[in-house]
T-cell receptor, first 114, second 110 residues
Framework: KAGVTQTPRYLIKTRGQQVTLSCSPI?????VSWYQQTPGQGLQFLFE???????NKGNFPGRFSGRQFSNSRSEMNVSTLELGDSALYLC?????????????FGPGTRLLVL | DAKTTQPTSMDCAEGRAANLPCNHS???????VYWYRQIHSQGPQYIIH???NNETNEMASLIITEDRKSSTLILPHATLRDTAVYYC???????????FGKGTMLLVSP
């Protein structure tokens, strides 16, 4: 079956702009989690959505937001981009929330902020 | 979640066992030890997890010390495709908020 897909794969933005990233989970998976990965900070949890509700949120500023649609697809938005937001943004899906071992990761969206 | 400490990098010869250590001295009684790996340019991949008993699956074995303050991930016969960054994470099962550390870069050589 198809894996987790993320679009776009690469993105270049300038400071102050906003960006929206999309994630389509594996069919039948209702939980979607987002992570940010940078060389300095490693992989950090952003938030998790299940049945269109945010279930958990990591320690990120309010500029980072997300949502989930009724078909379980999810989007994350970053407003007023900063240089430090340059990172690989990973999406992971699972059947149920909180199940780390059942999370399947997508290839990520690499965001570069200039 | 409890903090983990892993070596920055390790080398292993192809076909030999790779033993990756992890210290988690502040682990709580209800926290599990999870291992994930990330091959270059791919998303992380789940490997194995355990609470206090040793665990084995088709990918690896997990050895947790009796006091649960450290663990070792064992890849019994490392291949070149096992070259990746390996992350050790401790967290409460069912709770998704987590932070990966910098992990161990395992380089498997011919």
């Amino acid at each position: 079956k198809a894996g987790v897909t993320q679009t776009p794969r690469y993105l270049i933005k300038t400071r102050g702009q906003q960006v929206t990233l999309s994630c389509s989970p594996i069919s039948g998976h209702r939980s979607v989690s987002w992570y940010q990965q940078t060389p300095g900070q490693g992989l950090q949890f952003l938030f998790e959505y299940f049945s269109e509700t945010q279930r958990n949120k990591g320690n990120f500023p309010g500029r980072f937001s997300g949502r989930q649609f009724s078909n379980s697809r999810s989007e994350m938005n970053v407003s007023t981009l900063e240089l430090g937001d340059s990172a690989l943004y990973l999406c992971a899906s699972s059947r149920t929330p909180g199940g780390l071992e059942t999370q399947y990761f997508g290839p990520g969206t690499r965001l570069l902020v200039l | 979640d409890a903090k983990t400490t892993q070596p920055t990098s390790m080398d292993c010869a192809e076909g030999r066992a790779a033993n990756l250590p992890c210290n988690h001295s502040t682990i709580s009684g209800n926290e599990y030890v999870y291992w994930y790996r990330q091959i270059h340019s791919q998303g992380p991949q789940y490997i194995i997890h355990g609470l206090k008993n040793n665990e084995t699956n088709e990918m690896a074995s997990l050895i947790i010390t009796e006091d649960r303050k450290s663990s070792t991930l064992i890849l019994p016969h490392a291949t070149l495709r096992d070259t990746a960054v390996y992350y050790c994470i401790v967290r409460v099962e069912g709770y998704s908020t987590l932070t990966f550390g910098k992990g161990t870069m395992l380089l498997v050589s011919p």
